[in-house]
């Protein structure tokens, strides 16, 4: 038998270690398991846990430059607080017919990745900890795929039996098919000419798709109206008052006047958004914008049940302030809002101390999943972190697996 050469054990033993941990292989990141717990820690005011133990609902909210998504909500009577390590998340969409959530991730190259609650397990266990509840309904990867960095990804939206996104990079609504590729599907009038769209820059900041049945009956914010020698990012890119929202069905402007509009959504028929610039989120109405609430940070994300608006603000990144010509930076705060939908009155709110970029809020039943397997402040347990990968299947991964019922 071949003798190792002692000289190289260190290598080949520092080689077998790598990569174990099951958060560095869902996310393909090898410090996706060293997170600062102080950009976790928070703290609430008003009876924030009490009225999302009462909607049902988990909260998932992805903070962009901190590269994470969290995951909120209330098991058995107690807060819950997950999260996932993922490089720049921006958009949320939930597929209610499979469970599924998918989440943008925009670095470049970009990625769409899609999580769903366990539902079974390949090998099951007597173990204590499997029998709560968050495990057997932490949210498990299915899928991901890559797809060019020019894209820029931002919303997501399921509509129609389709996943779409908004192409920042082309001022354009692409279609994600199911097995691969994409497809510009739509964009606004005003980049069309003689040679065909104008998909070579990112001229508009189109970031938000207020989804309805069909694209047609969908709206779309963007932060200008039309393309000019100034683009998005550049220092002197005019946007007081520059933000519009686009109808799916014309392609034309419908409402003026905002200040980089984001998470545009319908409810009830009632188109909302945030206007960001000016800390507001409110109601679009005969053309005009009008505030519901103003609140203490760049408005982005927008997400509604029942009686409730979850409204996300972020700070204000420094060398953009201009941005935000409505809003004092020093008194900007991270944090999730719950608004009275009716009244528009603050009624909670929970804040990140150290937190930077709310994009996106996204909702889905508490009963479907709790969050992600990955929970703060108790560290994770190596074993039972190990175990739920190793033997937890999706529904969709447990179809033809004997003895498992999803």
């Known amino acids: 038998m071949?003798?190792?050469?002692?000289?190289?054990?260190?290598?080949?033993?520092?080689?077998?270690?790598?990569?174990?941990?099951?958060?560095?292989?869902?996310?393909?990141?090898?410090?996706?398991?060293?997170?600062?717990?102080?950009?976790?820690?928070?703290?609430?005011?008003?009876?924030?846990?009490?009225?999302?133990?009462?909607?049902?609902q988990t909260l998932i909210v992805t903070r962009e430059y901190e590269h994470l998504v969290l995951g909120l909500s209330v098991v058995c009577g107690r807060p819950r607080v997950s999260y996932l390590h993922l490089p720049h998340p921006n958009g949320l969409a939930v597929n209610p017919a499979r469970r599924e959530l998918f989440i943008a991730s925009t670095r470049n190259p970009n990625m769409v990745l899609a999580f769903a609650p366990c539902a079974g397990e390949f090998s099951p266990s007597s173990s204590r900890e499997r029998k709560r509840p968050d495990w057997k309904t932490s949210l498990l990867p299915v899928w991901s795929r890559y797809l060019p960095g020019c894209l820029y990804l931002h919303d997501l939206a399921w509509l129609d039996g389709d996943l779409y996104?908004?192409?920042?990079?082309?001022?354009?609504?692409?279609?994600?098919?199911?097995?691969?590729?994409?497809?510009?599907?739509?964009?606004?009038?005003?980049?069309?000419?003689?040679?065909?769209?104008?998909?070579?820059?990112?001229?508009?900041?189109?970031?938000?798709?207020?989804?309805?049945?069909?694209?047609?009956?969908?709206?779309?914010?963007?932060?200008?109206?039309?393309?000019?020698?100034?683009?998005?990012?550049?220092?002197?890119?005019?946007v007081d008052r520059r933000g519009v929202i686009f109808s799916g069905a014309t392609r034309e402007v419908v409402c003026r006047?905002?200040?980089?509009?984001?998470?545009?959504?319908?409810?009830?028929?009632?188109?909302?958004?945030?206007?960001?610039?000016?800390?507001?989120?409110?109601?679009?109405?005969?053309?005009?914008?009008?505030?519901?609430?103003?609140?203490?940070?760049?408005?982005?994300?927008?997400?509604?049940?029942?009686?409730?608006?979850?409204?996300?603000?972020?700070?204000?990144?420094?060398?953009?302030?201009?941005?935000?010509?409505?809003?004092?930076?020093?008194?900007?705060?991270?944090?999730?809002?719950?608004?009275?939908?009716?009244?528009?009155?603050?009624?909670?709110?929970l804040f990140w101390p150290q937190g930077n970029q709310i994009f996106a809020i996204e909702g889905m039943p508490c009963a479907w999943s709790s969050g992600f397997p990955f929970e703060y402040p108790q560290p994770e347990r190596g074993v039972r972190i190990k175990a739920l990968f190793s033997h937890g299947l999706t529904k969709a991964a447990a179809c033809g697996v004997a003895g498992v019922r999803a």
Not at 171 to 196: H, K, M, T, Y
Not at 198 to 214: C, E
């Open 2 to 56: 071949q003798k190792r050469p002692a000289h190289l054990e260190p290598l080949w033993q520092h080689h077998h270690a790598l990569l174990r941990d099951p958060h560095q292989i869902v996310c393909q990141w090898q410090d996706a398991s060293k997170v600062d717990p102080e950009l976790l820690h928070f703290h609430v005011r008003g009876p924030f846990w009490d009225i999302l133990e009462e909607s049902g």
């Open 165 to 238: 996104a908004n192409s920042v990079g082309l001022n354009a609504v692409v279609r994600l098919p199911e097995n691969s590729g994409f497809e510009s599907v739509w964009w606004p009038r005003c980049i069309d000419s003689e040679c065909g769209p104008r998909f070579d820059k990112n001229y508009l900041q189109l970031n938000s798709i207020a989804a309805g049945p069909t694209l047609a009956a969908s709206y779309f914010s963007a932060s200008a109206e039309k393309p000019s020698g100034r683009r998005p990012g550049h220092l002197n890119f005019p």
């Open 257 to 349: 006047g905002l200040t980089r509009p984001h998470s545009a959504r319908l409810q009830h028929g009632e188109l909302w958004v945030d206007n960001s610039g000016y800390g507001e989120v409110g109601r679009v109405a005969d053309g005009q914008f009008k505030p519901v609430a103003r609140l203490p940070g760049w408005t982005r994300g927008l997400f509604f049940h029942r009686s409730k608006i979850f409204v996300g603000t972020s700070r204000v990144i420094p060398r953009f302030q201009h941005y935000a010509p409505g809003l004092d930076p020093e008194k900007c705060r991270t944090g999730v809002h719950i608004l009275d939908l009716k009244s528009g009155n603050l009624l909670a709110s």
